[in-house]
């Protein structure tokens, strides 16, 4: 490729990038236009660092960048106290108060191992994380972020705190927070939960659904509402199968 088409790829580079996504959803996308994206998402920025040095570990070189630091790739801000880059294999190891920010999406967590040529975010920790646009917080431990698909998969369990609804037949649920026991197959509600059944409505701020028995236990600032009476009670237990 000549000098001048290095020239005219480096400028197509920083196009819009929603543009480029569009035109490419139209299936316009040229050769061209795709090398060039290719490129540019290869390509990892340091924004902002204390300092950065060369090293050398068992003939392997590292820069190492002490922060607070800032790296760009993929429209996604890395940040985080250190970061130790391998540069023959491209990873980042950051750690200290490692956040991702993409849009209206960040995770958080004491550490990440950073694959850039797969645009992957490997977070591990005590405490990983993850809150999106809609004010949901999902906490796990292990979790995995692709910065170019926007796609987050977690393993080992993890709890989600956010406005949830869950569907048993007839009864819908609502809950600021469920956490699902796949050992036990029960579901545990907290704070504000909400459940209807046609026109009968339950509150309660603690409760948990057995699904083996298809039991609904509801045990904190519990009350019911129906067209013939109301109720409150600390403690209320709601077998489906019979309907007591």
């Known amino acids: 490729m000549t000098s001048s088409n290095n020239a005219i790829l480096n400028?197509?580079?920083?196009l819009n990038r929603s543009i480029f996504i569009l035109l490419c959803?139209?299936?316009f996308s040229v050769l061209g236009h795709t090398q060039n994206k290719e490129s540019a998402d290869s390509l990892i920025r340091l924004v902002e660092a204390v300092s950065a040095h060369l090293m050398e570990i068992d003939s392997v070189s590292y820069r190492k960048v002490?922060?607070?630091?800032?790296?760009l790739h993929n429209n996604t801000y890395l940040k985080c106290d250190t970061a130790l880059w391998n540069v023959n294999a491209n990873i980042i190891d950051a750690v200290g108060n490692v956040e991702i920010i993409q849009?209206?999406?960040m995770l958080t967590s004491d550490s990440l191992k950073y694959d850039i040529p797969a645009n992957l975010?490997?977070?591990?920790?005590?405490?990983?994380e993850l809150y999106d646009k809609e004010g949901n917080i999902l906490n796990t431990n292990y979790l995995n972020y692709n910065t170019r698909d926007s796609i987050a998969t977690f393993y080992f369990g993890a709890s989600m705190k956010s406005n949830v609804q869950i569907f048993t037949d007839s009864v819908i649920i609502s809950s600021v927070q469920v956490d699902y026991l796949t050992q036990t197959d029960e579901?545990?509600?907290?704070?504000?939960?909400?459940?209807?059944?046609?026109?009968n409505i339950l509150y309660?701020?603690?409760?948990?659904y057995k699904r083996p028995q298809n039991l609904f236990i509801f045990n904190k600032d519990g009350y019911i509402l129906t067209k013939e009476q109301e109720l409150w009670a600390d403690l209320m237990e709601y077998y489906r199968n019979t309907g007591d």
């Open 11 to 14: 400028v197509k580079a920083g």
């Open 204 to 208: 309660a701020n603690s409760g948990r």
């Open 25 to 27: 959803f139209m299936h």
């Open 103 to 105: 849009e209206n999406t």
């Open 187 to 199: 579901v545990i509600f907290n704070e504000n939960t909400v459940a209807w059944r046609n026109e």
């Open 66 to 71: 002490i922060g607070p630091a800032t790296f």
């Open 121 to 128: 975010a490997m977070f591990r920790g005590s405490l990983v």
